[in-house]
């Protein structure tokens, strides 16, 4: 996780939790004047649009207040979608056995992008099966890794 992401995790999280969702994680996409924060955010009986705007407002007041970020840029509050972005160790361990797509800050084998089904995630390592073959791959090392929806 890149630094600003980081920092603006750790002083997001309690306004987050404070409304009861969990901050699943942070994206900060640098476009000049149209650049992005994205925060992700879940509950167990789901998110509405609604959950979005207030979590949004909460969040707003503290960055406000804070101002970590000295560009301009546009909040969007988000649920994971099916798609569900991963961001630490403990997502990826809640779904072994699933199918994931993930691309590396530093290549690996000469690739940085990798989708296959994930074999197992301990000590900062993920296991995935990618085309018959087990690659191991270091968390710290994951730019970023979604979830693949599955339509069976």
Avoid: W
């Amino acid at each position: 996780m890149a630094k600003l992401e980081q920092t603006l995790t750790e002083m997001l999280t309690p306004a987050v939790e404070a409304l009861g969702f969990e901050l699943l994680g942070i994206e900060f996409v640098r476009a000049g004047k149209h650049s992005t924060l994205r925060v992700y955010i879940d509950h167990p009986d789901g998110i509405t649009v609604d959950h979005c705007a207030d979590v949004s407002h909460q969040i707003s007041a503290v960055l406000d207040v804070e101002d970590p970020i000295s560009s301009e840029y546009n909040l969007e509050v988000s649920s994971p979608g099916m798609d569900r972005p991963l961001f630490k160790e403990a997502h990826y361990a809640q779904v072994v056995g699933e199918v994931v797509s993930v691309r590396l800050r530093m290549p690996m084998d000469n690739r940085r992008n990798f989708k296959g089904q994930v074999t197992a995630c301990e000590n900062g390592t993920l296991s995935m099966e990618v085309d018959g073959e087990v690659f191991q791959l270091a968390i710290a090392n994951i730019e970023k890794g979604n979830l693949v929806p599955s339509f069976d």
